[in-house]
Structure formats: C-alpha cells, structure tokens
C-alpha cells in the first residue's frame, strides 16, 4: 500500500460512533433456537449469556449503501480501505456485568488502530475497533474487534497454512453449521456478507468450496459450550481465526479447561474434520 493512502487511512485512528439500543427478550429466543436449545424465554431483569450483545446495535445500511460483499460501504464509520475482502481476525471481549432484558444500552465504537501489513496472500489492513457498552449508564462489556481486509481472491493463491490442534478435548461437540443455522444467525445480526449464504459467490469471486461459517458465531457456538460444561460464566474471551469452516464439513466444539489449582480458564477451539484449528480462544471465568 503506497505511503499516501497509509497516511490517509490513519486519520481514521480515533473515529467514534454511539448507538442505543434496549434489550428485548425476541433475539434472544431466536438466537437460543438457532444454538437448539430449549430456553425458556427471558423475562425482565433476566440476564442474557456472555457475547449476546451482537443481537443489538444492528447496522441497517440501505440496499443502496452496500459494496458488492454485502457489507455497507466504508469510508463513513470505518476507513475507506481499498482492498475488497473484509473478514473477522479476532477479538478480546470482557464481560464486566451481566446485560439485562429491559436494560437500556449505550454503545461507544471507537477505531483505536490501522496497520497495513504483507501477507503470503499479498497487502493486508488490520483495523482494530473498541466497542464499549454501558447499560443503565454502567460499564458491562468492553470488546476490541479485528477487522482484516484483504486483496481479491486469485487462482492459485495458497490456502492458509493449517495448524493442528490437540487431539485430545475434555468437552466435545460434533456440529453441521448448515445453510439453515448460517441463514438463522445472518438474519438475527443483519449480516448482508454475501459469503455466509450465497453459494455462487462464495465459488465464484471469493473461490472458497462452500458458504463460509461465520467468525462471531462460531465464538458464540464456544461460548455455549462452555456454558453447557462449566457452572461459572465467562468473564473474559480472547479469540483468533486461523482458517475457515464451510457449511458441509462436520466440525468439532472444544475445551479444555485449567487443572485444578491453576487459573480459572479453559482453552476453547473450533477445529475442521480434518483436526486443524479453524478458531482458538481462551476464555476466563
């Protein structure tokens, strides 16, 4: 990337944006049957589970507004990076209080970093964002999203390089992400991304083999696994995408939690048929 157009995208460093939004109990109900659990629907004053936050704040860009993926166009919040593939990198999230149905939420966005980078597979810009979330004017989640953007896809790029992950896990889960969960949770987060549920633009323009499992859902689909194996909730999650998953492979759930005596956390990862990390996290509890 010429210097330039570097020196342009930095004065984005500092950008912020503020949405309000109310915890209502319909997503949350939808979102528990797309996990296919049995929930009983949250009444007023009940928490919701760790990472639900992204069922609030949508974006709702006219049709007119977005680019050729689906996603809006940039240069308003986030910066007019010119390379046209936009993915999740990976994340931080801190969940400091509990969010509430009824709570009022306010939300702080605020682009604290830009840093183009070379890749195997050419330039890359990593945008990092802060979203902070208060709800009766108290601090409850703190999370820093990478964004990465990346050149178009090109016959004969190499796919990227797959690292192994245990073998062994103390929780494990075997899951399709269909094409029904794929649509169930874009329309729950109003993701227009094209790759989650077009087929022939996935084969065609970003030459992946199937629709692509989405990032935050897959951190939501560890977070409900440890929900479902360990009574304490998670006050902290640390994630990193390492390579994709598709709607046709049979993909694995795991975690392995700290022994006793160490501190509380537990090692979490989506891995694909063939054993390879798709997305490593941590969580703290």
């Known amino acids: 990337m010429n210097s330039p157009a570097a020196e342009r995208l930095q004065t984005w460093v500092g950008r912020t944006e503020y949405r309000a939004d109310v915890v209502t109990a319909w997503p949350a109900v939808a979102l528990a049957a797309t996990l296919d659990r049995r929930d009983p629907e949250p009444k007023p004053g009940e928490a919701l589970p760790p990472g639900w936050h992204w069922l609030y704040f949508l974006e709702a860009a006219p049709a007119s507004e977005l680019g050729p993926d689906g996603h809006p166009k940039r240069g308003e919040f986030l910066p007019p990076v010119e390379l046209p593939r936009r993915m999740w990198a990976g994340g931080r999230i801190e969940f400091r209080r509990p969010l509430r149905v009824g709570d009022k939420l306010r939300r702080e966005s605020r682009i ?4 183009p980078k070379q890749g195997r597979s050419g330039n890359l810009v990593f945008v990092t964002v802060r979203h902070s979330v208060s709800a009766g004017g108290e601090l409850a989640v703190v999370e820093d999203h990478d964004i990465v953007y990346r050149e178009a896809a090109r016959s004969g790029d190499a796919s990227p390089s797959p690292t192994p992950a245990p073998r062994e896990a103390s929780w494990r889960r075997e899951l399709v992400a269909d094409p029904v969960m ?9 993701i227009g991304q094209r790759i989650h549920y077009d087929l022939d633009y996935c084969r065609n323009v ?3 083999p199937g629709l692509v499992v989405h990032g935050p859902l897959q951190v939501i689909l560890l977070l409900d696994h440890a929900r479902r194996n360990e009574p304490r909730p998670v006050r902290k999650i640390e994630y990193r995408a390492l390579q994709p998953l598709f709607h046709f492979e049979r ?6 939690p700290a022994p006793d005596g160490a501190p509380a956390q537990a090692r979490l ?3 694909n048929p063939a054993g390879n990390y798709a997305i490593a996290a941590t969580a703290y509890f």
């Not at 794929?182 to 109003?190: E, I």
């Open 251 to 256: 993909f694995t759930l795991n975690g392995n």
């Open 112 to 115: 604290v970093s830009i840093e």
């Open 269 to 271: 990862w989506t891995a």
């Open 182 to 190: 794929l649509f169930r949770y874009s329309a729950l987060t109003f």
């Open 206 to 208: 970003e030459g992946y």
